[in-house]
């Protein structure tokens, strides 16, 4: 239990200004690690799972890097004016014990304990792994809150049918979403898409499904504020997932990642487009693609634990 | 052979939705290796030298790790609105057999296989190796196309006379091409210039020759699309060899390079850059200072690659 | 076609002394790469999978580091006394074409292109990827020559039964290869084996199956050469088939692999416990582990390389 | 001594046309070592100091890693218009004698050196070091220079009262320094503030003691230029010091710190921040908080060194 | 609570064939983290604490280095042929909360955690963390269990009388220890001392007060089988100590350390030092030293947490 | 000047037990920077030249890696029982001004230097750079001293003819220096030969010359005692030159070097190997192929300054 501004609180960071940030074990912004939701409004949820990756692996990694990144993490949120951890209880839950070599137990692993999560009414933070990890936990998350509204922040639109015969890979998470009724593209968005791709007609099919494309060239052309009411208004209200693969950002921002785009969202943007969505009615979260083995200096987890810092503030406002 | 959206191709990109892309051995764009110039129009050449470089070395694995992170290319490029191998036929050459220590022989390798590919018909792209490699190729290709406009991209003029009394180094580059005739200065730019300089004199006198000097400053002023326009303008029509240094852009974008420069392009600029010269009349191209020990996570690696296929997408539309 | 000791062969290392070895593209000891099996003996197979590992992977990497590592090799193994490359005709494959995302895709592709190596008469040399890539080559090659002799070079003794319910990982692959028939305990050895166990029973389980083990104490109480006569005594004649897992080495020498473990062989010990199974009648090799994002230096890889070489000079010398 | 375009001057950079920057020993510049204070105008000072540091630590190996970063300098800065080194005889003293386990006896090693060099009416240049050691130096150029004008360009305020009881800590210096009397908050402004804060009134209670804030979000909305107007008048005339800890910048162009704090300065930004302080009248600079164990491809000391170049450079503009 | 060979244990590692060892939040060896001492019998306790480091710092990462590393290791020793964990009840208390920025304050908070911990008769495993940490561990051990016997593995000595004026820094530890009565030198040994040294004395100073110095020069000639008679002939009954610094090891098998010294022990001379004192009476323990900074492949930390399994084995024997 | 217990001399290291060791700017063993060779007896000189490297390159940072990595030795060397800095004064004389694309001017301005020391009767310490730096420096040391005997400790001979056509490389300097006459081969020996060949014939065709060639395997075989024997009978009394190769110690102990040969010596077989040595009558010494930039956690050039500290403790006794 930590004393904290929040007062004594079951859930809340150790002060950083009376014990040092380095003391371990590391859980995200050194909040307590609980097992036990009785009580939690919100969970980091680790789900370290590399098997749908196509080119560099090492995402397995990525919740104990960004939980040790988080550790610089401090109690007030200045943009969005809000002290997340006073309003709600958020809470560690660890990591999620994947099967490395098989995306289908992992699936059905993943399925478990989100599909619990869920049902006790605790909205997840889920920290990944690779992004074929959001596929299971928008199915639960839609099991329970019905067709959602999606936000999916990403260099690439993950909508391939698939790769080498495979249906499940992390580049045919959406498409498979789609597929599953899992999200309804007339409230849904793909956003900071750029490089080079498969074929002239990726973006027009995926429009021609219902999805809006806002590609990296239409946000710099734009600016990030004007996007931000595109896609609020595009979203409308009803429950909203946000699935943001950390390539959304340049490689100069975010090296630790498996398929590096160059030409992305600078920190700055990616941090002003998530706090341009506070209006928004979240069930759902997840940050994916860090790679620790080809992070340095720790900037892409860094990175990565500030912009989940940002979703559990877009959660709080909503409950304030 | 490989099979793709340009049907039975002999040179054409393995396909990366069937074979994953970390399957080598690696060329560039996992495209065909040959030495066969027979129904090439345009070859990936590796110049893999720094024996011309005056601070870090390196560059000598740059080809190889272009290679390696070239592998992430797809087929269509949406900005250029082109799909390059559908129209060219690119090959890679694999590198020129260099002498590491020899600068003077090192030049007649290059003269030697150049020549045989311009006389070829064969458009270069040339992959350093450090930026004294351009002055053998800039002397083949003008043999062919007579004096030839330069757009040089880097942080730095190169227009030095002499470094430890030497005439030939990465540094003295393009005052020799100046001197032996083989570029035009009243149609030559140099794009990027930053940093602090030898005399207060450097531009001032690289410009009393002639040449064109758009410094980063002027850049961050004016906007990539207007200094697009001056280059357009300035270069005018006839025979174009581009030269990009990667070190014209920032550091947090490529470390991997033997001269850091603070305060450069970022890589949306790079990009838009060259997105910008759309109409000119190409005829080579290189981009050189890639050192690999100095890069990480490969991000300097990765930019260089698609600043390669953004070439080739410029000569492909040229061809269209 | 390159010009060397061994005159005007086919399948012949580029000569270091006339070109540098950096120059690309890379392929296993400058040899030709050649999908063409005509008149190949020895064929060196990239199998770039970790889908199998259950701790740190990136060994698909594996291959592409072990060739640029292997430039450095020249044409005389004075330990064996042999020019390996002027006996036989060795070429680079390139890389099975895996499926990262599926371990059982993954053996049938394995299967379809070893297989017909195999049948062609050529030799395997595989490079891994994890050592779940093993099982299928040892399939293909027991189909030809029977239940072959395994010599299991490694830190762990990869027996297994499964891990979090899977059947097929790298820590399962010979129990399976056992269960299958591919290979004959009483003429196969595990070498090398050290560390904490999961059990007290897991080396005596082992042997009761008929298999040596001699742990890295007995080769350090023993010595290499006893430990040398003990296995070619124990494999005697037929077929046999080689297997080195990196982690074989102590991480000081192997820093790039995935389940590294202390107390293990340097790597002059590793050299000469190759050097002396030179009798045996060698079927079929593979090395696996070399995971590269966890290298540095290269020195894994540099070794691979080098444990390779010793493989090859091991199948010249039989044929001489 | 060496012949420049400033003559024959006994401080002067070593000429990188004549002898390769990378001779060593390095010291910053290319500038003479000197301990001898006779005729020298401003001192670069190494204080390799991190006990103060609360997250990771390294500064105390970055006054070497800034000497290396700084041999890619040359003499003449076309942004400010001056050749610095032609006006200021400036030498580097070497590094402060610090105590690595007690920051009162570091203190006490400071302020000697430092109130030599002060008396001595010589400029210093700090290079710490952790942002702990601007406090010893502030009070003796106070001491000199009366209560100072403080341009403090961080992330971080750098007002916490306390670490884990201590009073004096890297995240602690300002407020000792108000506490103190040496700097005059009505003249002094915090820049580039940004992050996570402890509490919501971190910033408001510094604005109450006098200090104009400007934060990250504010410069990108108003503008560099216009930031500039507003810290010189603020700053206005007399003595000021400026204090630019390098985490600033953003984690993509400096990740060698210690604390790094997402959606920073650019490079560029950086730069002309401090070129827009032309007339202020400058008594005293640090450079703080490069950590080179976190740093990669020394961009984190190469952009250290350049901003310290501007620093020199605004000296001898006001010399001028 | 984890099911494992030892049935339903409260404390006991996680199964890694039932769930992947990269699941996080890590602790060592996949052990509880507990704060409750009720029922444990040995407990890891990181002390993440450099401030008394005088070269390279990083060593307040140790212990979460350690617990990352810590998750290969396995339930059986053959070498002792023991199962710790069926033995002991062991937990992962977390870290100390020192005080980066003072020694003495840091060794006030650690006599207060380690003294509860002996008061309730739990024998501490304690993570460094510098070698300054083991004065008041040392303190608190002796105060219950009487003046100690020490066997201290290290290339240096540790008797330094002060640094820069100070009476603790790592390099004082055991001078200090020795004048406030905690280890009996009669009953104590210096282990792996090598490298040059502050004077000709040293070594003989030290025999002087009593204790045995044991160099690494000696270790090779006699070996280390011999080597652990005569500690363990030395050391005789009573209450034992084992303080390991890990640049005992050679930097080979032990970069990340601050002060490497060359020739030290291989992996497996050190692992055979331990396993040599199996019968002693042991009441604490402590591994220091170990840098992540400079760390790689994470050989440094894999080698610590095996180290670390060694004390607990021995401590496992001994309660048999 | 630096008080120790030489007294007040003017050539000692400053005392690492009153200023910290890393405090700047870094001399080799924190002795003073001379280009005054008044009263020195003894000089390291950097040669930061790699353009003579067939693979990897980076030595030209080398000796200021080395100097950083030498501000860890101390003043007794126990094994040869010797304080040289009391003997002998020994300065830091800087690097050499190289001229890093010609190989041919480069051999001119080390003939100048060295040349000059030579004639000043100091005994140089050369620092490389690589192994091509010998050959000048040899020749000025021979001009002095006639024809020399050479101990060459090495992976490589470096007997080649020629690389690319290239006379002068660092693989053809011991035959070069052979044809000029610069040494003797009936007193000179390489030692520490492995690895695989250019031909059958090279060691053989080194051997007929006259020089003693002593493998690794003969190293191991016999002993490092007995080839010290072996080495002082070849060599017996006269001049004597020693060249080191950091590549003769394993890829283990020296990851950083450019052509990594696995198999190698341990660090302390190489320490035993140059203390073995200490009757000859030493007239000059060099270190080469540190390449820092593949080196990490700087042991490569941790471990080069401790034999440079073997070489002065050679000079010392000879002369004590």
């Known amino acids: 239990m930590s004393k904290g501004s929040g007062g004594l609180r079951k859930f809340y960071p150790a002060d950083s200004l009376v014990s040092p940030r380095f003391t371990g074990p590391y859980t995200f912004a050194r909040l307590p690690h609980s097992r036990d939701l009785e009580g939690v409004d919100t969970l980091f949820i680790g789900i370290p799972f590399d098997g749908g990756v196509v080119f560099r692996p090492g995402t397995r990694f990525g919740p104990a890097a960004v939980r040790q990144a988080s550790l610089l993490l401090r109690l007030y949120n200045p943009y969005l004016k809000v002290k997340p951890f006073d309003i709600l209880n958020v809470a560690d839950f660890g990591d999620i014990s994947v099967v490395p070599s098989s995306i289908e137990s992992t699936y059905q692993k993943i399925s478990e304990t989100v599909g619990t999560v869920i049902d006790s009414g605790v909205t997840p933070l889920v920290c990944g792994g690779d992004h074929s990890i959001s596929l299971p936990v928008l199915k639960e998350v839609s099991r329970r809150h019905g067709r959602l509204a999606l936000i999916h922040i990403d260099a690439h639109l993950d909508m391939v049918d698939q790769h080498f015969s495979q249906k499940y890979t992390h580049g045919t998470v959406f498409r498979r979403a789609y597929e599953e009724g899992l999200i309804d593209p ?90 341009g969505l506070a209006s928004l009615e979240f069930v759902g979260f997840d940050l994916v693609e860090v790679s620790p083995p080809y992070d340095y200096g720790e900037i892409t987890a860094v990175l990565a634990a500030n912009l989940i810092y940002e979703f559990i503030s877009l959660l709080a406002l909503s409950k304030k």
Chains 1, 2, 3, 4, 5, 6 share one sequence.
Not at 194 to 199: I, T
Not at 201 to 219: A, K, P, Q
Not at 268 to 274: F, I, P, S, T, V
């Open 186 to 275: 007339s409230r849904s968005v793909h956003v900071g898409i750029r490089g080079s791709l498969f074929s002239e007609d990726e973006i027009s099919e995926t429009e021609s499904l219902g999805f809006d494309v806002i590609t990296m060239d239409s946000i710099e052309k734009r600016g990030i504020e004007t996007v931000c009411g595109e896609i609020r208004r595009k979203v409308g209200e009803g429950a909203t997932y946000l699935s943001f693969d950390i390539d959304a950002c340049d490689p100069a921002y975010a090296p630790g990642t498996g398929t590096p785009e160059v030409g992305g969202l600078t920190s700055r943007e990616a941090l002003k487009l998530l706090r």
